[in-house]
């Protein structure tokens, strides 16, 4: 298939552009670089040794999404663009819902007046909230989001849902993802933050590689084995794999269908911060602090849909996570 990624030089986008290439699949790339470096897209192409078709354009952009549609047949879309900083949606409310809101309206409007009706959007564990039941399904209920952020994807994925219920021949694949860190093993790509990391695996890196001083650990009260918050964390390689894996739901002409991405295994912050150590045989200092307003105490997936329906699931531990972000930043200590 010939897909368009929207933000695909960001850092999911990038390695799925890998993933999809493995699979057979030809892909365009149109991104703001607002968040991301156009280094990524030349380090893929040197990867997958060929070049990667590439717009600099904002999805915003009417007139050059439409361009861009006039000069391509795409079969789908993967929609990655969008803002992603949860505390920086909540200092800049208006900016992310106009970005993350408008950007997907025309992208749709584009794409269904090319009629190209199937598009993979990038939605996330932050929908459930505070999740309902644990290991979390697709049927868990919807939640309430803290912070502007998580509530985009929750109406975009309401906007999806409501243009398919109209429209039958598009296909929605809306992917909850969980929490991705890793990098490609080869070192020369991965997650390149801007400024002071808020996530936690660029934060230990970071920290691991003498940028920042120690790990704040955000509360040690919760109600978990050893009171940290766990997470779902997913290589970010799997997580690439699942585009592949749903492009055959959309080839089968799915409709609407949502699937969550993550390992379905629960990991503290201090058993991620042990791994680190162990697997890389470098220091993370830490302290404990205050827990971060709006967290929860544990979120993890089962992921059995996606194994059932698409016969995906997630190859990699723990272990590997943990070495393949260190193995990125200890060779790009700067990022690109
Ligand atoms: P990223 O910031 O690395 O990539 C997003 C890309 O979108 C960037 O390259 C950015 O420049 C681009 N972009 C933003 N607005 C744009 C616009 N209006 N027009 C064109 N390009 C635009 O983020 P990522 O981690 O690769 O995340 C990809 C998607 O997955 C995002 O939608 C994000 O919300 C979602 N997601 C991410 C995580 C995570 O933890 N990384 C978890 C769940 C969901
Ligand atoms: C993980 C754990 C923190 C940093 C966020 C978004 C979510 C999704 C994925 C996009 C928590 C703890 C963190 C630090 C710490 N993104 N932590 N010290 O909050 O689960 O999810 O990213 O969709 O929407 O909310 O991920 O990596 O920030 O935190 O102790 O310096 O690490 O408290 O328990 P989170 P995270």
Redo the contacts with the bound molecule.
């Keep these: 298939m010939h897909i368009l990624l929207t933000g695909g030089a960001g850092y999911i986008g990038s390695h799925t552009i890998i993933e999809l290439d493995k699979a057979g699949h030809s892909v365009y790339v149109v991104d703001n670089l607002s968040n991301s470096n156009p280094e990524a897209l030349r380090r893929v192409a040197k990867i997958i040794g060929k070049e990667v078709p590439f717009v600099e354009a904002d999805v915003r952009d009417r007139k050059a999404m439409d361009a861009l549609f006039e000069a391509n047949r795409f079969d789908a879309v993967i929609h990655f663009a969008g803002l992603?900083s949860?505390g920086e949606s909540v200092a800049m409310p208006l900016e992310y819902y106009e970005n993350n809101m408008n950007a997907t309206f025309v992208l749709l409007d584009v794409m269904r007046r090319h009629n190209c009706k199937n598009i993979i959007f990038?939605?996330?564990?932050?929908v459930y909230g505070e999740p309902a039941v644990i290991p979390i399904t697709e049927e868990c209920p919807k939640g309430h989001c803290t912070?502007p952020?998580?509530q985009t994807?929750s109406m975009l994925e309401e906007v999806l849902m409501d243009l398919q219920r109209a429209d039958k021949a598009w296909n929605v694949v809306l992917l909850r993802?969980?929490?991705?860190?890793g990098a490609h093993p080869v070192g020369t790509i991965g997650e390149n933050p801007n400024g002071i990391?808020?996530?936690?695996?660029?934060?230990?890196t970071q920290t691991a590689v003498g940028m920042r001083k120690e790990?704040?650990?955000?509360?040690d009260d919760?109600d978990t084995p050893d009171g940290?918050?766990?997470?779902d964390y997913i290589h970010v390689c799997d997580l690439a794999s699942g585009h592949v894996a749903a492009l055959q739901a959309i080839q089968k002409n799915c409709g609407l269908a949502i699937y969550n991405l993550g390992t379905g295994h629960g990991y503290?912050?201090l058993d991620?911060v042990k791994a680190f150590i162990k697997v890389n045989g470098v220091d993370v200092p830490?302290v404990i602090?205050p827990?971060?307003p709006?967290?929860?105490?544990t979120?993890y997936c089962n992921p059995a849909k996606a194994k059932a329906e698409l016969g995906w699931e997630a190859k990699y531990g723990i272990e590997e996570m943990c070495r393949d972000s260190w193995n990125w930043q200890k060779r790009n200590p700067k990022g690109y």
């Design positions: 992603k949860v990038s939605s996330s564990a932050t912070n952020y998580g994807k993802y969980f929490n991705p860190i990391p808020n996530n936690l695996m660029p934060y230990i790990l704040g650990v955000f509360g919760y940290t918050g766990v997470r503290s912050v991620v830490y602090k827990r971060r709006g967290d929860i105490a979120c």
